[in-house]
């Protein structure tokens, strides 16, 4: 049972990516998925979340406006899309699922977490 992020590389700012977190062992339906980021001497930080029903979703204030979080169960896979990078963004990111709460909350205690994905946003 686990989630593989994916997507992060390089990008100018400005420019967009779009993250990929896919889930094996589980149904990610069931699941409410977060995605967290952190850069390198900072504390993790909560970006984005999306609940396991109703569609739900929840963006940090940094965020809001440029990032969009999806979701396509038949593919087990939540998406980030991340549109007007800016260099404040880089870091490391990470999804996370969890099936406790009905909705999607900004905390720290998902049941499974990914490795993460490096984005890095320079000219």
């Known amino acids: 049972v686990q989630v593989a992020e994916s997507g992060g590389g390089l990008v100018q700012p400005g420019g967009s990516l779009r993250l990929s977190c896919v889930a094996s062992g589980f149904s990610l339906d069931l699941y409410a998925i977060a995605w967290f980021r952190q850069a390198p001497g900072k504390e993790r930080e909560a970006v984005s979340c999306?609940?396991?029903?109703?569609?739900?979703?929840k963006y940090a204030d940094s965020v809001k406006g440029r990032f969009s979080i999806s979701r396509v169960n038949a593919n087990n896979t939540v998406f980030l899309e991340m549109n007007d990078l800016k260099p404040e963004d880089a870091a490391t990111y990470y999804c996370?699922?969890?099936?406790?709460?009905?909705?999607?909350?900004?905390?720290?205690?998902?049941?499974?977490w990914g490795q993460g994905t490096q984005v890095t946003v320079s000219s």
């Open positions: 996370a699922a969890e099936k406790r709460n009905r909705y999607c909350l900004f905390y720290f205690g998902y049941d499974f």
């Open positions: 999306i609940a396991r029903v109703d569609g739900y979703t």
